[in-house]
């Protein structure tokens, strides 16, 4: 594929994932760019320069391989997500089909939804919309029926549950009543997940829901599973239809749609049979026992015919049917089986609601700010909180979402929550505001708030035990405030020069230092006046290592039984040349050539680089209050013109 004006018109078809295996991973990202460029550049084109039955092979042949790549996704870990550029891809192709949705044909538009139902519902549902007349004038339930043969595997099953609830979620409101109104599909639906998966379970050696010490689930057993979640997935959205049309339907319609829907009913009734075991939900239950446990299937078809003339006499012997199918004790709800999902997602045992308990996170401050409230001022009533930690009310509401997508879920909280309504504090809760909804009774939602606001203003505050107040030995002192400073400390060193008091007590330092030195030359001196025999000067005794002087023998014997003399240290001869003259520090070839810097190295016996260094250390040494520098500034003024002009 190259990225030309005769590509830019045509688009090929998309390379196959084996094909793109056989590359390296540097071709396969040049690969994708290309097509994606390629794409760009085509949609950029007027529809009537664009090759549509090459653009249509294009959308086809990726919708194809990307759907088998999703569906084998279901069965085995991938090891790498898609690339960036691959999600750009993805979103191309999606605005190329829709631009294209009448030219496309319904096995495209099939895998299209299989790809993009999970993550582009409202667009491919609109993609669909605008093809409905390819997908209504094909006969689509006999080739899925012919999928759901337990026969196949339970891989099989496993990728055909995902593509009928993918097909179900975006697929318009004519499919979806084809499929539901189909009795053979909905009885090999129902088969398949009673004695279809249970024959499987027992092949691979049963399922057992105390998982003998094992702390996640076997790999087939999730994907077993997963395959009846997805059933009862699609088999809740046909129910859905079907109570959708009776609710709306009057007269002839609605005793044909009666019909229907207590056909349907009744022939799953005679398919439910445990085989004389215990039942357990998503286990070996039949798929109404699970939905009437999960949905309350009766309460719901209940309200669906209240607005009929007679109350037909079929619910009757139909409410009696379905309470026997209940497995719950107490109007509980029992996960069965699909404990195995929840200890093996690594949820501690005891934690079900996730979203609650995130949802709550972060939120400590506040509602300790709301306690504090509280203390200062009782009068002040405490806030109603908008969420709680019942798991059992979160069923219920999506319960309600399930029928009524439309309605807002605080709405349906309060509904469910506040005293004033019938709703609240029943085991049957969401299936009254259902019916509630159904028949338009509900009060207004401006009501219900205003209501529960004025519950909040009546409910008396919960008296918060004050925590006990920390107290150490300085509390009592008495604190000055003059000695604390807000920042870093702004004083630089002109302002500490401006201190006399210590300029002139390290003065009288120095110069208590360089008297001393002096005195002691003054005591030699003496020393060798008084001696009549002639020996070397003081001058003569002090040697510095390095100088470049040979000393003699006879030096060594004219000095022996005598006291060492005192050498002058290193940092004092660097000193008293750094006050005599600044300049022999310099760093430049005249300050080396001159006789001065030379002196000095004979006398400590440094190199320049050595006595260079020692100026711009003493520089930088911040190891003292006071720099040495500085003090030389003060005691030489002349020095300190000659380091400015340096």
Same mark, same amino acid.
């Given at each position: ?16 994932? %084996? ?12 690969? =994708? ?15 009537? &320069?664009? =090759? ?99 026969? =196949? !595997? ?21 499919? %979806? ?127 669906? /015919? ?21 497995? $719950?004790?107490?109007? &509980? ?28 996170? !972060? ?61 609240? $504090? =029943?085991?049957? $809760? ?9 028949? !338009? ?75 001393? /030195? ?27 290592? !390095? ?47 001159? &006789? ?8 400590? $016996? ?19 209050? /006071? ?20």
């Amino acid at each position: 594929m190259v990225a030309n004006e005769s590509v830019a018109t045509k688009l090929p078809p998309y390379p196959s994932a %084996v094909a793109q295996k056989a590359l390296s991973p540097s071709q396969r990202a040049n690969l =994708n760019e290309t097509i994606s460029s390629c794409i760009v550049d085509f949609l950029s084109l007027p529809p009537s &320069k664009r =090759n549509t039955t090459s653009a249509c092979a294009f959308v086809a042949s990726y919708a194809k391989d990307v759907a088998v790549q999703s569906l084998q996704a279901l069965i085995w870990d991938t090891e790498d997500g898609p690339s960036k550029v691959e999600k750009t891809i993805r979103i191309q192709v999606l605005q190329l089909a829709e631009q294209l949705a009448i030219e496309l044909d319904v096995f495209t538009l099939l895998d299209l939804a299989f790809i993009y139902a999970s993550t582009n519902p409202k667009r491919t549902r609109a993609l669909l919309e605008a093809a409905n007349s390819s997908l209504s004038s094909t006969d689509l339930i006999t080739p899925f029926i012919s999928l759901l043969e337990f026969d =196949n !595997g339970l891989y099989t099953l496993r990728k055909t549950s995902h593509c009928i609830s993918a097909l179900f979620r975006v697929a318009p409101p004519t499919v %979806v009543r084809a499929f539901a109104h189909s009795k053979f599909f909905i009885l090999a639906l129902a088969n398949t997940y009673q004695v279809g998966l249970n024959s499987i379970a027992h092949s691979y050696g049963g399922i057992s829901l105390d998982m003998n010490g094992r702390t996640t689930a076997d790999d087939w057993e999730k994907i077993w599973l997963e395959t009846k979640v997805s059933f009862m997935d699609s088999f809740h959205a046909c129910m859905v239809c079907l109570l959708n049309d009776v609710t709306s339907a009057s007269g002839r319609a609605l005793a044909v749609e009666a019909e229907t829907i207590f056909d349907i009913v009744f022939a799953l009734l005679e398919l439910n049979s445990t085989a004389g075991q215990a039942p357990t939900p998503f286990l070996n239950q039949s798929i109404l026992a699970d939905y009437q446990q999960s949905y309350d299937l009766m309460r719901t078809l209940s309200s669906s /015919f209240r607005h009929a003339v007679e109350r037909d006499a079929r619910l009757d012997l139909l409410e009696e049917s379905l309470k026997k199918l209940e497995s $719950g004790e107490g109007g &509980k709800k029992n996960p069965g089986a699909l404990k195995i999902l929840l200890r093996s997602s690594g949820i501690p045992a005891g934690i079900d609601n996730r979203s609650l308990s995130n949802r709550n996170k !972060g939120k400590g401050k506040e509602q300790q700010r709301d306690k504090e409230i509280n203390v200062t001022d009782p009068t002040i009533p405490a806030p109603q909180s908008t969420t709680t930690d019942d798991p059992d009310l979160d069923i219920k509401i999506s319960q309600v979402l399930d029928i009524f997508p439309d309605q807002p879920p605080d709405y349906i909280r309060d509904l469910l929550t506040h005293p004033s309504y019938p709703f609240a $504090g =029943n085991t049957d $809760g969401a299936e009254r505001v259902i019916g509630a909804l159904l028949e !338009g009774t509900t009060p207004p939602w401006d009501e219900v708030r205003n209501a529960s606001k004025a519950a909040a203003a009546l409910r008396k505050p919960i008296p918060v035990q004050q925590q006990p107040e920390r107290k150490n030995i300085f509390d009592e002192e008495d604190i000055d405030l003059s000695k604390f400073r807000v920042g870093k400390k702004s004083d630089d060193e002109h302002t500490f020069l401006r201190n006399r008091e210590f300029v002139e007590q390290m003065k009288a330092d120095i110069l208590r230092r360089v008297e001393e /030195f002096s005195s002691s030359e003054e005591e030699l001196d003496e020393d060798r006046d008084r001696d009549d025999i002639d020996e070397p000067s003081v001058a003569n005794k002090i040697k510095v290592a !390095g100088d470049g002087e040979e000393s003699g023998a006879s030096d060594e014997d004219g000095l022996d039984g005598e006291e060492p003399t005192v050498k002058p240290t290193l940092e004092t001869i660097l000193e008293l040349a750094y006050i005599e003259n600044l300049k022999v520090f310099d760093r430049d070839s005249t300050t080396r050539s001159s &006789k001065a810097r030379e002196d000095l190295r004979q006398k400590t $016996g440094w190199e320049h680089e050595q006595i260079e260094g020692w100026r711009i250390m003493l520089d930088r040494d911040v190891s003292i209050p /006071f720099r040495f520098i500085d003090f030389i500034n003060i005691l030489t003024p002349n020095s300190r013109r000659g380091r400015n002009e340096s």
